[in-house]
């Protein structure tokens, strides 16, 4: 676990904002804090109630946060992966490319406007995001409920096979 992560649930304990214990083995990990290629720190994940709770709880946290979903899907049940490119809007400069897996990613963004484009298979989706000093920036991606995720996200040859029988 990196120390900035494990200062953060330190705090969190402390505040009596979420209590950390000993949970049933089938309980999801807690997000690794990750670095862009562009230096920029991001998080992943939010898949299960648990996980979900702890991105919201740390969400303030971080410059920005970027939920994807599709229409009329459950929440925090989105965990397909999106190719997630951040733009500075005004200068072009790109602050983060980097690959979503779980239904948020929490990005360390500084103040400014981006473009930030989410990509799920051929299908991207864009939009401008504006994160404040004490005020992080917050955007749904949501994919069309008729969207074929699994021919966007798996080969076709996998598709097609089906499972495999052991013989």
Not at 60 to 83: M, Y
């Amino acid at each position: 676990m990196s120390f900035r992560l494990s200062r953060l649930l330190s705090a969190a304990v402390t505040a009596g904002a979420c209590v950390l214990s000993a949970g049933p083995a089938s309980a999801a990990p807690l997000p690794d804090i990750l670095m862009a290629p562009q230096g920029t720190e991001y998080m992943c994940g939010g898949v299960g109630r648990e996980q979900q709770a702890f991105m919201e709880m740390v969400a303030p946290r971080w410059g920005a946060t970027l939920e994807f979903a599709v229409s009329r899907g459950q929440r925090g049940q989105f965990d397909e992966p999106v190719k997630v490119r951040v733009v500075n809007k005004y200068n072009g400069e790109q602050v983060l490319d980097a690959v979503a897996h779980g239904p948020y990613m929490l990005a360390r963004l500084a103040p400014g406007t981006y473009d930030v484009q989410a990509t799920l298979g051929p299908l991207t989706l864009t939009q401008t995001l504006n994160v404040a000093l004490g005020a992080p920036g917050r955007t749904l991606f949501l994919w069309p409920s008729n969207f074929d995720i699994a021919a966007a996200t798996h080969p076709p040859q996998a598709l097609a096979q089906g499972p495999q029988a052991d013989h």
